[in-house]
C-alpha cells in the first residue's frame, strides 16, 4: 500500500508511527517510535516529535522544534520556530525520570511563538497565543494572550488571533471574523 503522506528523504520516521492523509515531513526531522500524527499536518525541518506524542489535523510544526514525550496537541496547533515543550520537571542526566515525564495539553487553535519553551504539565487552552520567548510556568486559560519570561497574561485573543478589547458589559468583537466574545469571570467563551 502507497503511503499517503509526503516524507522528504533526510527525514526518519520510526516503526509504529500513524502518520495522517496529507502530512508533510521535511528535511532531517525525526519521528520517533508510536507518534500519531493527524490529517494535513506540516513537520518543518530538524523537528524531533519524541515516542508518543499526538498531533491532531492541520497542525504546524515550524523548523527546530522539539515535542517531548507527553505532549498532545489538538486540531489547528501552530508550533512557531524553535520552540520546545519540556517532559520533567527537574532533569538530571545522571538519574532517569522517564517514569516521571509530564503530560501538557495543546487546545484546538492554539499558537506558540518562536522560542518559547512550555514547562511540562501546563496545559494552553484552545485559541490561546502565546508569545515569542514566553516561558509558560503555568497552565494558560482558552484565548488568553501571555508573553514574557515568566509569562504573564496580557490580556485575550479572538480564534483569528486578533487582540480582543472588552466593553463594559464584557463583550469583544473580532474586528476580521466580526464573531462576539463575552469576558466573564475571568474566562472568555465565543458567543
Given at each position: 500500500?502507497?503511503?499517503?503522506?509526503?516524507?522528504?528523504?533526510?527525514?526518519?520516521i520510526?516503526?509504529?508511527?500513524?502518520?495522517?492523509?496529507?502530512?508533510?515531513?521535511?528535511?532531517?526531522?525525526h519521528i520517533?517510535?508510536?507518534?500519531?500524527?493527524?490529517?494535513?499536518?506540516?513537520?518543518?525541518?530538524?523537528?524531533?516529535?519524541?515516542?508518543?506524542?499526538?498531533?491532531?489535523?492541520n497542525?504546524?510544526?515550524?523548523?527546530?522544534?522539539?515535542?517531548?514525550?507527553?505532549?498532545?496537541?489538538?486540531?489547528?496547533?501552530?508550533?512557531?520556530?524553535?520552540?520546545?515543550?519540556?517532559?520533567?520537571?527537574n532533569?538530571?542526566?545522571?538519574?532517569?525520570?522517564k517514569?516521571?515525564y509530564?503530560?501538557t495539553?495543546?487546545g484546538?487553535?492554539?499558537?506558540?511563538?518562536?522560542?518559547?519553551?512550555i514547562?511540562?504539565?501546563?496545559?494552553?487552552g484552545?485559541?490561546?497565543?502565546?508569545g515569542?520567548?514566553?516561558?509558560?510556568?503555568?497552565?494558560?486559560?482558552?484565548?488568553?494572550?501571555?508573553?514574557?519570561?515568566?509569562?504573564?497574561?496580557?490580556?485575550?485573543?479572538?480564534?483569528?488571533?486578533?487582540?480582543?478589547?472588552?466593553?463594559?458589559?464584557?463583550i469583544?468583537?473580532?474586528?476580521?471574523?466580526?464573531?462576539k466574545?463575552?469576558?466573564?469571570?475571568?474566562?472568555?467563551t465565543?458567543?
Amino acid at each position: 500500500m502507497e503511503k499517503e503522506f509526503y516524507a522528504h528523504p533526510t527525514a526518519f520516521i520510526d516503526e509504529g508511527c500513524i502518520i495522517g492523509k496529507g502530512t508533510k515531513i521535511w528535511h532531517f526531522s525525526h519521528i520517533m517510535p508510536n507518534c500519531k500524527l493527524g490529517e494535513n499536518c506540516n513537520i518543518g525541518q530538524n523537528v524531533v516529535v519524541s515516542p508518543g506524542v499526538v498531533l491532531g489535523s492541520n497542525v504546524k510544526v515550524q523548523n527546530n522544534v522539539s515535542l517531548y514525550t507527553g505532549v498532545i496537541c489538538d486540531d489547528d496547533v501552530f508550533l512557531g520556530p524553535a520552540m520546545v515543550f519540556t517532559n520533567v520537571i527537574n532533569p538530571r542526566s545522571a538519574i532517569n525520570r522517564k517514569s516521571e515525564y509530564a503530560k501538557t495539553h495543546v487546545g484546538k487553535g492554539a499558537s506558540i511563538g518562536a522560542n518559547a519553551t512550555i514547562v511540562c504539565g501546563h496545559d494552553i487552552g484552545a485559541y490561546a497565543f502565546i508569545g515569542a520567548g514566553a516561558v509558560v510556568t503555568k497552565t494558560v486559560p482558552p484565548f488568553a494572550l501571555v508573553v514574557g519570561n515568566p509569562a504573564r497574561q496580557l490580556g485575550w485573543m479572538s480564534e483569528f488571533g486578533h487582540r480582543l478589547e472588552f466593553d463594559k458589559e464584557g463583550i469583544a468583537i473580532c474586528h476580521e471574523s466580526k464573531a462576539k466574545y463575552k469576558l466573564e469571570n475571568g474566562a472568555v467563551t465565543k458567543l
